[in-house]
């Protein structure tokens, strides 16, 4: 399993970010780039993802190696479907380096259905996060 991509966690709850971006860190090494919430991440994403001149930036986490997202469900403001909505209209130079696994507290069959059907979406997993699961679907798809 590549090490080399980077992993972004979305969360509005500090004490997710900490202990899951620690979780992240010590399974896959590296550092984990944390976001208390959605607009700050799409900021970031759309630095990252040259939105503007619809291309990758030279050098980005997204031209090298890609980047895994985490994404919470349940925030305030801008959920994490909202992220999703927003998301779907950068480029899809940008999405096809992105997987993303949406994190939930509650696996409320709704947001289970919903998420598993969003096409950018690999999986919902569970808060808090099991290290071992995200494991295996890292493994499916490739990271």
């Known amino acids: 399993m590549s090490n080399s991509r980077e992993f972004w966690l979305v969360d509005d709850n500090e004490i997710d970010r900490v202990v899951n971006g620690r979780l992240v860190e010590a399974a896959f090494g590296g550092a984990v780039r944390k976001f208390k919430d959605g607009p700050t991440f799409l900021e970031a994403l759309a630095a990252e993802a040259g939105v503007e001149e619809n291309d990758l930036k ?15 469900i349940r925030m305030p403001g801008l959920d994490g479907f909202g992220v999703l909505e927003r998301m779907e209209l950068y480029p899809v130079s940008a999405l096809s380096k992105l997987t993303v696994f949406m994190l939930s507290a509650t696996l409320d069959p709704d947001e289970l259905s919903r998420a598993e059907g969003h096409p950018i979406v690999e999986a919902l997993l ?3 996060l099991d290290i071992h699961q995200l494991r295996g679907w890292m493994e499916q798809v490739g990271g």
Do not use: C, I, R
Request: glycine residues 12%.
């Open 58 to 72: 030279p050098g980005s986490a997204l031209e090298h190696a890609g980047v895994v997202v985490l994404l919470d």
């Open 126 to 128: 569970p808060k808090p």
